[in-house]
C-alpha cells in the first residue's frame, strides 16, 4: 500500500465530537456532544468546491479555527452553550425498531489558548432520559423488554475534554481501553456548500474496543467482552457567517446519531441488540431551547453542569465508562 492511501485510510478513521456528546455521550463521550469531541473525516479536498475568498476549505489553519468557532469561542475564556433533544431506541434482530425514551441535555464549553497553536476544549455536559409523552426526566421506568422496573441512570460528563489543533487529535482512550495508534494527519474537514446558502459539515467515528463493563463483573449490565461505538454529526451553517472572519464563535444546527450496546442500567443481561440514538443538536446563544422539564430538573440536580470547566483535568471518559466508575453492579433478576 502506498503512503498516500495509508494516509487516506488514516484519515478514515477519525472524527470531530461535539461533543457531546460526546454525549460522549455513552455521550455523549455523550457525546452529546456531543457530543462532543473530533475525529476524522472523508478527504475534504473531494468533498467540496475550491476555496473562494474567506472559505478556506483546504487551509488546516482555517478548519482547526473554524471547528474551534462552531464548538466554542475563540474569545477565550467565553462560555459557549450547546444543545441536543431527540430519542433513544431499542433495536433487535426478528422485531421492528422500538422507541425507548426521549434524551434531552446540553453542554457549556470553554477554548483556552495554549500559545502554541492548540486550543482546549473544556467541556462539561448533562444528558437526560425522558417520557415519550410528557417530555418528564425519568427516575425509574419499566424495560419494555423485560418487564422488571429499573433505575434510570443520567449522563453527567464531567469533563469531556480535548485539544482542537491543525492536526486531527488522536482518538480517545476511554480509559486506556482503546490503544490504537494512528499518525499525525492535517485537519481538513469534508465541508460542502449546498445551493441554499447553507454549508454542511460531516463527521463521525467508528470504535471497537474491551468493554468497561466486563461480563464477569458486571453481568447484567455488560454488552459482553467488547463495546462496539458509532456516532455521527450533521453541521448546518450559513455560509455567510462561516465566511466571516470577525465572528468568535458560528452558531449551527444539525443531528447527531449514536450506535451503542444497552442503556446498562436497562439491565439485558447480555440479551442481543443495541440501542441507537437520534437527535437534533445546536450551538446558540439563547438557552430557550431547552425543554422546561430538563431546565429544572438540571438546575435542582446538576447544578454546576451550567457552567464549563476552568482548567484542564483528567481523564475524560464517556457515559459507558464513566458508569462502570460511579455505579455497582445490579443484583441478580428477581433478588
Same mark, same amino acid.
Given at each position: ?22 454525549? =460522549? ?19 475534504? $479536498? ?6 473562494? !475568498? ?21 474569545? +477565550?475564556? %467565553?462560555?459557549?452553550?450547546?444543545? +441536543? ?5 431499542? *433495536?433487535?434482530?426478528? %422485531?421492528?425498531?422500538? @422507541?425507548?425514551?426521549?434524551?434531552? !441535555? ?6 483556552? @489558548? ?13 444528558? +437526560?432520559?425522558?417520557?415519550?409523552? /410528557? ?24 469533563? +469531556?475534554?480535548?485539544? &482542537?489543533? $491543525? ?26 456548500? /449546498? #445551493? ?19 461480563? @464477569? ?5 455488560? #454488552?459482553?467482552?467488547? /463495546? ?8 448546518? *451553517? ?25 442503556? #446498562? ?5 447480555? $440479551? ?5 440514538? &437520534?437527535?437534533?443538536?445546536? =450551538?446558540? @446563544? ?9 431546565? $429544572?430538573? =438540571? ?29 455497582? #453492579? =445490579? ?5
Amino acid at each position: 500500500m502506498s503512503k498516500q492511501s495509508k494516509s487516506s485510510d488514516s484519515r478514515r478513521e477519525f472524527m470531530v465530537n461535539s461533543g457531546k456528546m460526546a454525549l =460522549a455521550t455513552g455521550m455523549v463521550g455523550a457525546a452529546v456532544g456531543h457530543s462532543e469531541s473530533v475525529y476524522a473525516g472523508s478527504n475534504a $479536498a473531494k468533498a467540496t468546491k475550491a476555496d473562494s !475568498g474567506n472559505l478556506k476549505y483546504t487551509d488546516n489553519i482555517w478548519n482547526r479555527d473554524t471547528y474551534a468557532k462552531l464548538v466554542g469561542d475563540l474569545q +477565550f475564556g %467565553e462560555q459557549r452553550f450547546g444543545w +441536543f433533544k431527540g430519542k433513544a431506541m431499542g *433495536i433487535r434482530e426478528g %422485531e421492528k425498531v422500538r @422507541d425507548i425514551c426521549g434524551f434531552e !441535555g446540553f453542554s457549556f464549553t470553554r477554548l483556552v @489558548d495554549m500559545g502554541n497553536g492548540v486550543y482546549q476544549k473544556l467541556l462539561r455536559e448533562v444528558g +437526560f432520559y425522558t417520557d415519550l409523552e /410528557t417530555g418528564e426526566v425519568l427516575e425509574t421506568m419499566t424495560n419494555p423488554y423485560t418487564g422488571e422496573e429499573v433505575k434510570v441512570v443520567h449522563i453527567a460528563n464531567d469533563p +469531556f475534554n480535548y485539544k &482542537i489543533s $491543525a492536526f486531527y487529535p488522536k482518538p480517545p482512550t476511554y480509559g486506556t481501553l482503546n490503544k490504537e495508534k494512528v499518525p499525525d494527519v492535517p485537519f481538513l474537514l469534508p465541508w460542502q456548500e /449546498t #445551493p441554499d446558502g447553507n454549508v454542511v459539515l460531516e463527521t463521525g467515528i467508528h470504535l471497537y474496543y474491551p468493554s468497561a463493563l466486563q461480563p @464477569d463483573k458486571w453481568p447484567r449490565e455488560s #454488552p459482553g467482552k467488547f /463495546t462496539r461505538v458509532s456516532e455521527m454529526f450533521r453541521y448546518v *451553517i450559513r455560509k455567510e457567517n462561516l465566511a466571516n472572519p470577525d465572528l468568535t464563535k458560528v452558531d449551527y444546527t444539525g443531528t447527531w446519531s449514536r450506535i451503542t450496546p444497552w442503556f #446498562p442500567w436497562l439491565l439485558m443481561d447480555q $440479551a442481543e441488540g443495541h440501542m441507537s440514538y &437520534i437527535c437534533t443538536m445546536g =450551538a446558540y @446563544d439563547s438557552m430557550d431551547v431547552v425543554s422546561p422539564q430538563v431546565l $429544572a430538573y =438540571a438546575k435542582k440536580h446538576y447544578p454546576k453542569y451550567f457552567n464549563a470547566p476552568d482548567k484542564w483535568e483528567e481523564p475524560s471518559l464517556s457515559s459507558l465508562e464513566r458508569y462502570a466508575l460511579e455505579q455497582t #453492579p =445490579a443484583s441478580e433478576k428477581g433478588k
